[in-house]
């Protein structure tokens, strides 16, 4: 099988350990009719080939009384990017930043605990001199910020 081609069986595999990292190779084996030693050497491709990175957790930050997910989308003055990312990472509640294409310039996920606290870290982001704007989302639902949101062909 070439490094860049996934077959059902790959798929399978992915979608199950999605559900559960914990999940045993042999009952992996009994859910795509394949023996145990076809989805140990599945697995090794797939951790080789750097599709499956790391196993982890999800934790649902409101149940732990953390807060919420928000989502700020900032447009910025383009040669600023670096200079706005470390000013944002540090703002207490920062978990993720990256540089978007795109509406954005930048996108980035804060835990916040009320709404207080996001028009506060609104307001600081857009005090930044190199910030033109930050729209604000709230994740509503139970945000899954894991891999078994990515779909596979």
């Keep these: 099988m070439s490094d860049k081609m996934m077959d059902q069986i790959d798929v399978k595999i992915l979608r199950t350990l999605q559900q559960d990292a914990r999940t045993p190779f042999k009952e992996i084996a009994g859910k ?18 750097g599709i499956i990175r790391c196993s982890t957790i999800v934790i649902d930050p409101k149940k732990m009384g953390l807060g ?26 920062m978990c993720i930043i990256t540089r978007a ?3 954005y310039d930048i996108e980035t996920i804060f835990l916040l605990k009320d709404i207080e606290q996001i028009g506060v870290t609104k307001e600081t982001i857009e005090d930044f001199p190199q910030v033109k704007s930050a729209d ?5 639902d139970k945000p899954l910020l894991c891999p ?6």
């Design 32 to 49: 795509c009719n394949v023996s145990l030693d076809t989805i140990k050497n599945r697995y090794i491709s797939l951790k080789k080939r």
């Design 68 to 93: 919420n997910l928000v989502m700020f989308g900032i447009r910025i003055v383009e040669r600023y990017s670096d200079s706005v990312i470390n000013m944002v990472k540090k703002i207490p509640g």
């Design 101 to 103: 294409i795109g509406e």
């Design 136 to 140: 604000v989302s709230i994740f509503v």
């Design 148 to 153: 078994k949101n990515f779909e596979f062909k």
